[in-house]
């Protein structure tokens, strides 16, 4: 079963993949991503791999005939692709070099514009997820890209206050931001020429720490060739400091946000990446209970000026260890 349903509550789709059930636990002493396996090339620094159990296919089959009453269903149409970092199954973002990372961010362009022609594609997801903690499977170093036929309630939500931001002040809201976050200097973490990373004055997550581009750019296809080297850079440094935190490989969610693609009332949107690291502390979990999953209502339980301090000792305990 592979379809979307709508919830009229949410009015928001949920993609319906039962077949992912049936994904095999991979041998401990064998890996689909590694040279050798048969399913990748021999050698190569970075590759894309079509997801072997995607949730979303440019040929979907007919959503099963369950709708009725307040309930529609979709055909789940997209693409899910694999982005692997490096033919070595054990390394880790931070080990790779600058050129590395850099032809990690070429790929993701291209993947990115590959996915944008297929004009049923409403949003172009780059993502990764890190550690056991947030399920990783697979633990050889990689990314994914979810091409979507429909725009996502967050990213809905965020798309529209772009939108009436401009609307209401003729300005860019993530600029703003930026600028107050400059201003109030407490919660900056490092930068470099193109790009910030800083802890967000409402951030979700203790260490949600957030990358920004410097110049107003809508698509990580806009940015020029020292941008993306740039933008490789501060993604690398960002994981190199989380590990730092602890001294072990911080589990993550990193979430990069860009403008939709395809649809009729283009917004005026700006790059940034989010990262939410599921750990309050060396070995205590920030989980989302009922406050934060029911009613979207979150809750930090620490404060981020605090643990930007933090985060701005572990980036120069990482930048001592790699200068």
Known sequence: MAELRWNPLTRDWVMIASHRQARPQMP?????????????????????????????????????????????????????????????????????????????????????????????IKYVFIFENRGDVVGVTMPHPHGQIYGYSFLPKKLALETESFRTYKEETGRCLFCDMMEEEARFEKRMIFENEDF????????????????????????????????????????????????????????YMMCMHQAPVNIENPVDFHFHIEFFPPMRAANKQKFNASSETGAWAHCNPTAPEEKAAELRAAYAKYMNGVE
């Not at 590694?34 to 190569?44: H, L």
């Not at 990358?211 to 740039?230: L, S």
């Open 28 to 120: 401990r002493d064998w890996c689909p991503f590694c040279p050798g396996s048969g399913k990748v090339p021999d050698d190569f620094t970075v590759y894309e791999y079509d997801n072997d159990f995607p949730a979303l296919r440019q040929d979907p089959p007919p959503p099963d005939d369950v709708a009725g009453g307040v309930y529609k269903t979709a055909p789940a149409h997209g693409k899910c692709e694999v982005i692997l970092y490096s033919k070595n199954h054990t390394a880790t973002l931070p080990q790779l070099s600058d050129a590395h990372v850099g032809a990690l961010v070429d790929l993701w362009c291209e993947r990115f514009n590959v996915m944008r022609k297929d004009e049923k």
């Open 196 to 251: 910030v990373v800083f802890l967000p004055f409402y951030s979700e997550y203790p260490y949600g720490c957030y990358i920004g581009a410097k110049r107003h750019v809508q698509y990580i296809t806009d940015f020029t060739a020292r941008e993306r080297e740039n933008l490789g850079k501060a993604i690398k440094r960002t994981v190199g400091m989380l590990d730092s935190l602890f001294d072990y490989a911080f589990p």
